[in-house]
């Protein structure tokens, strides 16, 4: 439902009546992503607004939910989590085992989504273009793919895009990923800082070797890449494997050496690298992959990104105050962007 009842519905954003057609309301949103879209002269707030509305009414489930007056995406919560928040299946997963309890005893439990706890006052502090890289190699790769001089009205037309090769596929799938996460990170309050699409020096010190996410907070620091290859994934060897990912891809070991480029340039440790998927794409809310010189490698699934990072590793202690604003400094200093 809108925030208040002053507050503009999915229907307003998108410019059409509460009784448009499935039709009318998917030609209303494909015409205000081209008006909005940074790329075409838009506003990229307005942009983001756009996308909002849509995944309120895209669907007919979720368009029925919302006429209904609520949220099916807080409804659907995940596979672990039941409608009235009690969760079944196991919380901390360690690879190859099934509820285990962090250092001190605690465990992670999977929780409803964000969206269904009552947000901070003041979003976390945001620096960057979350997905903004990405989505610009997209439109640059689709013009290039469709023909010079060829007239490209909607290259985010849904049939055009799923006969685009897989590589172009893949990076508006990454960037719709990163935009979601930034999304949710924003909710995590004043207290949190987080920078996007940030530059290292790893690789070879391409935009490519970007950071999707960095995030600092009373929790610890955070190396985050968000990722969808677009099918299911699963675990070998401390790595993530599955059909749809690149010959030879090792996304933790790239994690890794980013956030050590990172590390070297502040003298700032990350607390954890994490690879955050569609709720799809793992069976698993949250598992521990295993660690990269000591540092934490998790794998879990959008939904329960806030719990983790709001809550913090179990058994870790939250910063220090004065470490917290230290280290912020540092990477406020440093930090780069692509």
Known sequence: MPDSSTSSSPYDVLGVTATASADELRRAYRRKLRETHPDTGGNAAHFDRVQRAWEQVGTPEERAAYDRGSNPREARGTRTT???GETSGGGFTARGAQATSGPSGSSFVPRPPAAARA???????????????RRERFLGLMREWAGRGA???????????????REIRHLLEDANAEEGTARALATLGINYTVWHDVATDAGSGSAEDKLDHILLGPTGLFAILSEDWGGPISLKKGEITG???????????ALYA??????????????????????????SAFTLVGRSHGIPNILIQQSQ??????????????????DLFESRERLQRTIRFV
């Not at 947000?119 to 890289?133: D, F």
């Not at 502040?266 to 690879?275: D, G, P």
């Not at 990104?305 to 004065?322: E, K, Y």
């Open 119 to 133: 947000p901070s006052q003041e979003p976390a502090r945001s620096y960057g273009h979350p997905g903004g890289w």
């Open 258 to 283: 980013r956030a050590k480029s990172i590390t070297r340039a502040t003298r700032v440790k990350f607390s954890a690298l994490v690879i955050v998927v569609p709720d799809s794409a793992t069976d």
């Open 305 to 322: 990104l806030i719990t983790l990072t709001r809550d913090g590793l179990p058994g870790t202690p939250h910063v220090d105050v004065s």
């Open 243 to 253: 059909e749809t990912l690149a010959a030879g891809e090792r996304p933790f070991r």
């Open 151 to 165: 007239a490209l009205t909607d290259p985010y037309d849904a049939a055009l895009v799923r006969s685009a090769p």
């Open 82 to 84: 039941s409608a009235a």
